[in-house]
């Protein structure tokens, strides 16, 4: 078994907002996060998949494959979007870097043809990163 992973970036805007909290609670739970005017982070994603080496091409998976796919699931979706407004996932969801990562994770687990998707690491900061492993 060989695990590879590919890395991206992208920019995108969010607010925590739980509609089921008073305003106060609101605003003691996730603080500045709760500005409805939303706030920007720049991500960095990290995609693991894992397979067999297939024996004739010496790859687990087409980088180009699963490059076009990050891109069309991901990158396209999220990248300079308003996660609240503009990501069908977050319109009743808080999008924290958790929920982030179960959506993206959800968004290529069925795409992948070949290798298996093994982990979504979202980084929100250079020192605060989500892994997700598929077991919500």
Avoid at 12 to 25: G, I, Q
Avoid at 60 to 82: C, F, P, T
Wanted: glycine letters at 4%; aromatic letters at 12%; hydrophobic letters at 35%.
């Amino acid at each position: 078994m060989v695990y590879l992973t590919r890395k991206c970036e992208f920019s995108a805007s969010h607010y925590y907002h739980n509609p089921e909290f008073t305003e106060e609670e609101n605003q003691r739970v996730f603080g500045k996060c709760a500005n409805l005017n939303g706030h920007g982070h720049n991500y960095t994603l990290e995609v693991t998949v894992k397979g067999d080496v297939d024996p004739r091409t010496g790859f687990v998976v087409d980088l180009k494959d699963l490059k076009e796919i990050l891109n069309r699931e991901v990158l396209e979706a999220l990248d300079h979007r308003h996660l609240n407004k503009e990501v069908p996932e977050f319109f009743r969801q808080i999008p924290t870097t958790e929920n982030l990562a179960i959506a993206i994770w959800n968004r290529l687990e069925s795409k992948l043809k070949v290798a298996k998707l093994h982990r979504v690491r979202v980084y929100e900061m250079p020192d605060l990163f989500v892994d997700f492993y598929g077991e919500a």
